[in-house]
C-alpha cells in the first residue's frame, strides 16, 4: 500500500541554525500539506501546496518558514532560523483531490531544537 | 470558545468493552469530519471519513454525526490492547483545505 514517508524520523540542531525537513508523498497526490504538533498539544496546520505554489498558510507559518517540491517526488518544509519552540513533531501529508478529500499522513520529523 | 473540544482522557476500560469518543465543535458549517487514530510518535492514521449526518460503520468502529448538534462520536466494539492509542477527531473549515484537529483522546484498553 502507497504511503507517505519523511526523513530524517529525528533531527537535532541548534537554535539559530537551519534545517529542512524531506517528504515524499504518495506518488499520483498533487496536494501536499505540513502539520505541526508540539508535544502534548493537537496537530495544527502549516501549510498547503499544490501545483507548485502555497495555496493556504496558518499563523504560525511565517517567514522562517518555506515549502518547496525541488523535484517530482520530494517535498520540503525549510525553517530558516531555528527557535527553541519550533521543537516538535512535523508531519506531512498528501491526497489527490485537495479541498474536502482525506488526507494521508506520514510518520513525522521529530525536530529538537537545542 | 475553541473551535474543537474533545475530552484529553485519559480512558481506561477493559478488553471488550464498548468505547465511545466525542468532539464538540463550534463552526456549524464544518461538513466533513474524520477520525484519525494516532500511536505514540507516529502519524495520524485514518479511521472514519462522513460528510453527512447519521452512523457510518466499519468492522468494529462506528461513526455518528449529528449536525444539528454539532458533535461526532466514534464507537469502538470489542476493544482490544492494540485500540490503545490518542484518538483525533477532524473536520474541514468552509472553502479551506486544511483539516482542524482536535487535541485528541487517550485510550488504553487494559487486556
Sequence with gaps: EPEVTQTPSHQVTQMGQEVILRCVPISNHLYFYWYRQILGQKVE???????NEISE???????Q??????????FTLKIRSTKLEDSAMYFCASNDRGGTDTQYFGPGTRLTVL | QKEVEQDPGP????EGAIVSLNCTYSNSAFQYFMWYRQYSRKGPELLMYTYSSGN?????????????????????????P???ATYLCAMIPPRGQNFVFGPGTRLSVLP
Excluded: C, H, M
Excluded at chain 1, 57 to 63: L, P, V, W
Design chain 1, 65 to 74: 518558514f518555506s515549502v518547496e517540491r525541488p523535484d517530482g517526488s520530494n
Design chain 1, 57 to 63: 498558510k496558518s499563523e504560525i507559518f511565517d517567514d
Design chain 2, 11 to 14: 480512558l481506561s476500560v477493559p
Design chain 1, 45 to 51: 496546520f502549516l501549510v498547503s501546496f499544490y501545483n
Design chain 2, 56 to 80: 457510518k460503520e466499519d468492522g468494529r468502529f462506528t461513526a455518528q454525526v449529528d449536525k444539528s448538534s454539532k458533535y461526532i462520536s466514534l464507537f469502538i466494539r470489542d476493544s482490544q
Design chain 2, 82 to 84: 492494540s485500540d490503545s
